[in-house]
């Protein structure tokens, strides 16, 4: 494997882990605050199928996203 392929692949896997790992603490957050997924997207302003997204670690938020969060 070329050495750029190696580290696009080994980004990929940082950012994938980065999300897994920001989805576990929204989803702990929510469940300690005892809210919904509707709840904290409705609060947050994002649509809840992206905030389902979000805490399966399928996608990360945008950076004003992360702070209001």
């Known amino acids: 494997m070329a050495p750029a392929s190696a580290a696009a692949l080994?980004?990929?896997q940082?950012?994938?882990?980065l999300?897994?790992?920001?989805?576990?603490?929204?989803?702990?957050a929510r469940l300690k605050a005892g809210l919904t997924q509707a709840d904290v997207a409705d609060?947050?302003?994002?649509?809840?199928?992206?905030?389902?997204?979000?805490?399966r670690g399928k996608m990360m938020?945008?950076?004003?996203t992360l702070f209001r969060l």
């Open 10 to 12: 080994s980004r990929r």
């Open 43 to 55: 609060r947050v302003g994002i649509a809840s199928e992206v905030y389902g997204r979000l805490e």
């Open 19 to 28: 999300a897994v790992s920001v989805g576990a603490a929204a989803r702990a």
């Open 14 to 17: 940082l950012e994938r882990k």
């Open 61 to 64: 938020p945008s950076v004003p």
